[in-house]
């Protein structure tokens, strides 16, 4: 079975600085990536997806993502936050032989910009 | 109009009392999904729907079932509630386009609370 590990529970940061929030993951087959994004009383929406090709993936609203097999990590990066962006992010994981019912999430991280 | 609408929004029943949380989609979607989440744990998968007839247990089925009285229509019920069934409650749809890559499309989320 697949897992995702997210590093920081809560990340607060200033307003117009970079922010990167970790995400690592196990699996013991190929797997999908992606991050989703909760904003305050909202349901989840995509970010951003891994499925192959470029390690570098670009998503909404100025993040990226990159991922790195041999450190099995897809960390999220954003070079300068905003207001807007507080919310909740996950990172989630699907084997690439299994059906969309596997996606795992990881527990989240709470990113709070301070003005 | 939103595309994946839930009703209620909030709910505050009690102990022992059947709940029903119904999830409606207007993306013409075949997969549907209903996550619970809690604080620290990030979303877990209780049903899955790939069609009308073929409805799947997640990762945390007990307690709860679903029916799927449509295309567009996907409900889970708690026969009986208990306390430790509080929790933000998110319908999801999908669309297969490519085989365990799915993009999930969120409702706005039931909160559920079980005095």
């Known amino acids: 079975a697949q897992s995702v590990t997210q590093l920081d529970s809560q990340v607060p940061v200033f307003e117009e600085a970079p922010v990167e929030l970790r995400c690592n993951y196990s699996s013991s087959v190929s797997v999908y990536l992606f991050w989703y994004v909760q904003y305050p009383n909202q349901g989840l929406q995509l970010l951003l997806k891994y499925l192959s090709g470029s390690t570098l993936v670009k998503g909404i609203n100025g993040f990226e993502a990159e991922f790195n097999k041999s450190q099995t990590s897809f960390h999220l990066r954003k070079p300068s936050v905003h207001i807007s962006d507080t919310a909740e992010y996950f990172c989630a994981v699907s084997r690439t032989n299994f059906g969309n019912e596997k996606l795992t999430f990881g527990t989240g991280t709470r990113l709070t910009i301070i003005p | 109009d939103a595309d994946v609408t839930q009703t209620p929004r909030n709910r505050i029943t009690k102990t022992g009392k059947r709940i029903m949380l119904e999830c409606s989609q207007t993306?013409?979607?075949?997969?549907m999904y209903w996550y619970r989440q809690d604080p620290g744990l990030g979303l877990r998968l209780i049903y899955y729907s790939f069609d009308v007839k073929d409805i799947n247990k997640g990762e945390i089925s007990d307690g709860y079932s679903v029916s799927r009285q449509a295309q567009a229509k996907f409900s889970l019920s708690l026969e009986s509630a208990i306390p430790n069934q509080t929790a933000l409650y998110f319908c999801?749809?999908?669309?297969?386009?490519?085989?365990?890559?799915?993009?999930?499309?969120f409702g706005p989320g039931t909160r559920l609370t079980v005095l």
């Open positions: 993306k013409g979607h075949d997969r």
């Open positions: 999801a749809t999908s669309d297969p386009a490519s085989w365990g890559a799915d993009t999930q499309y």
